[in-house]
């Protein structure tokens, strides 16, 4: 059996028992820190979008997710159009067609970092001129070994490799913090959402409890 044979197990497993926290906390994030730079009328595509968190709860005019576990399709379909499979099966299609690509926690799970600059640069091409890329993942500079807690975590990736990949595949970077979420949702975020929303308004504490990078990079001419 291979990795991506049971990525909906593996998925299943570890996130048992956290939706309902997990969809409370992204309501807040995706109002707060992602929708001031998601114009309304824009055409969003979330990449490896899970289980919907994001689209869900972010306005946008069109929205498509991709991902390659089928159980996806499924979760996000009264909210985005799934697109089942990796993002370069759908190349042709969407590219000119998308304003912002975003992806949280996915990059980190390409298996090698050739794969890695492929996929940013696809996310360069599809995205229209002017375009906007929002990435969110763990830095392992914060993690060290906890990082490599989760089975299908291959690359080990940090603010000042996005500060790197992001330059080198076309992209400048408008926003960047080193430390933005918590690791996990089993960790010490609240589910509250005025605790939440707190939170998000306090640098000293996403410097104290943030573990993961948060940007945003816009399409260069």
């Given at each position: 059996m291979?990795?991506?044979?049971?990525?909906?197990?593996i998925?299943?497993?570890?996130?048992?028992g956290?939706?309902?926290?997990?969809?409370?906390?992204w309501?807040?994030?995706?109002?707060?820190?992602?929708?001031?730079?998601?114009?309304?009328?824009?055409r969003?595509l979330?990449?490896?979008?899970?289980?919907?968190?994001?689209?869900?709860?972010?306005?946008?005019?069109?929205?498509?997710?991709?991902?390659?576990?089928?159980?996806?399709?499924?979760?996000?379909?009264?909210?985005?159009?799934?697109?089942?499979?990796?993002?370069?099966?759908?190349e042709?299609?969407?590219?000119?067609?998308?304003?912002?690509i975003?992806?949280?926690?996915f990059?980190?799970?390409?298996?090698?970092?050739?794969?890695l600059?492929e996929?940013?640069?696809?996310?360069?091409?599809?995205?229209?001129?002017?375009?906007?890329?929002?990435?969110?993942?763990?830095?392992?500079?914060?993690?060290?070994?906890?990082?490599?807690?989760?089975?299908?975590?291959?690359?080990p990736?940090?603010?000042?490799?996005?500060?790197?990949?992001?330059?080198?595949?076309?992209?400048?970077?408008?926003?960047?913090?080193?430390?933005?979420?918590?690791?996990?949702?089993?960790?010490?975020?609240?589910?509250?959402?005025?605790?939440?929303?707190?939170?998000?308004?306090?640098?000293?504490?996403?410097?104290?409890?943030?573990?993961?990078?948060?940007?945003?990079?816009?399409?260069?001419?």
């Amino acid at each position: 059996m291979k990795l991506n044979d049971c990525v909906g197990r593996i998925y299943e497993h570890r996130f048992r028992g956290t939706q309902d926290r997990k969809h409370a906390v992204w309501a807040v994030i995706c109002q707060q820190a992602l929708q001031p730079w998601i114009a309304r009328d824009a055409r969003v595509l979330d990449l490896g979008g899970g289980y919907g968190e994001f689209v869900r709860h972010i306005q946008a005019a069109r929205k498509y997710v991709v991902d390659i576990n089928p159980a996806t399709m499924e979760i996000v379909r009264p909210h985005a159009e799934g697109l089942p499979g990796t993002l370069e099966n759908f190349e042709a299609r969407l590219t000119g067609n998308v304003d912002v690509i975003f992806c949280s926690n996915f990059l980190e799970h390409l298996p090698t970092k050739d794969v890695l600059v492929e996929t940013v640069e696809c996310c360069r091409r599809i995205l229209a001129p002017g375009g906007r890329l929002i990435v969110l993942g763990p830095n392992i500079r914060f993690l060290a070994g906890e990082y490599w807690d989760f089975l299908d975590h291959h690359l080990p990736l940090s603010d000042r490799t996005m500060d790197e990949l992001l330059a080198v595949t076309g992209f400048r970077v408008v926003h960047r913090r080193a430390a933005f979420l918590p690791y996990t949702f089993r960790q010490r975020l609240p589910a509250s959402p005025w605790l939440v929303s707190l939170y998000l308004r306090l640098p000293l504490a996403q410097w104290l409890l943030g573990k993961q990078y948060f940007f945003v990079a816009e399409k260069s001419a």
